[in-house]
T-cell receptor, first 119, second 109 residues
Framework: GAVVSQHPSWVICKSGTSVKIECRSL??????MFWYRQFPKQSLMLMAT?????????EQGVEKDKFLINHASLTLSTLTVTSAHPEDSSFYIC???????????????FGPGTRLTVL | GQNIDQPTEMTATEGAIVQINCTYQ??????LFWYQQHAGEAPTFLSY??LDGLEEKGRFSSFLSRSKGYSYLLLKELQMKDSASYLC??????????WGAGTKLIIKP
């Protein structure tokens, strides 16, 4: 099956620093990747849709200047949390669709997630 | 607005059967997913329904009624490892996944 990796799996940083999270589709091409955030005991919240070669589409209430998304290739999208603060501490999960299946794949494959703790 | 409702928490006994319900109101419908999520891990795919009826896959089955905006996930022969959150998600007219808050399933011996 399709595999999505994320790196790092967990990170602890000081307030004010920036953190970059990578999301890779290992055995398929993904023109579209999705970034989610999940707080404890809550459901997934879509932050933005990352499109290869173009700007990301952010959901309402998500600051595009704080959460920088770059989708430079068909297998890699990055999320950079700039000037992180304790309230940004969360579980960040990416997902991707396998566009190789006739471009009509419905299923999203999830990465293992990145737990960010900002001190 | 778009809305997905599922119970917050359910408890069941090992070896028994449990049904987790999900009702939805979305702008358009392109299918409904069920995902399993263990604590601290990403969701894993369980099922996808786009037509009415029951889809069976081993111990897990998923049912959909589009006219009622209703789905359920049926888990048989429950095992301790089935303790997890179960997320219902609908693909809307823009092919965007709308997520329910998840149902935490507790399995007791």
């Amino acid at each position: 099956g399709a595999v999505v990796s994320q790196h790092p799996s967990w990170v602890i940083c000081k307030s004010g620093t920036s953190v970059k999270i990578e999301c890779r589709s290992l055995d398929f091409q993904a023109t579209t990747m999705f970034w989610y955030r999940q707080f404890p005991k809550q459901s997934l919240m879509l932050m933005a849709t990352s499109n290869e070669g173009s700007k990301a589409t952010y959901e309402q209430g998500v600051e595009k200047d704080k959460f920088l998304i770059n989708h430079a290739s068909l297998t890699l999208s990055t999320l950079t949390v700039t000037s992180a603060h304790p309230e940004d501490s969360s579980f960040y999960i990416c997902s991707a669709r396998d566009m190789g299946k006739g471009g009509s794949s419905i299923e999203q494959f999830f990465g293992p997630g990145t737990r960010l703790t900002v001190l | 607005g778009q809305n997905i409702d599922q119970p917050t928490e359910m408890t069941a006994t090992e070896g028994a059967i449990v049904q987790i319900n999900c009702t939805y109101q979305t702008s358009g419908f392109n299918g409904l997913f069920w995902y399993q999520q263990h604590a601290g891990e990403a969701p894993t795919f369980l099922s996808y329904n786009v037509l009415d009826g029951l889809e069976e896959k081993g111990r897990f089955s998923s049912f959909l009624s589009r006219s009622k905006g209703y789905s359920y996930l049926l888990l048989k022969e429950l095992q301790m490892k089935d303790s997890a959150s179960y997320l219902c998600a609908v693909l809307d007219s823009n092919y965007q996944l709308i997520w329910g808050a998840g149902t935490k399933l507790i399995i007791k011996p």
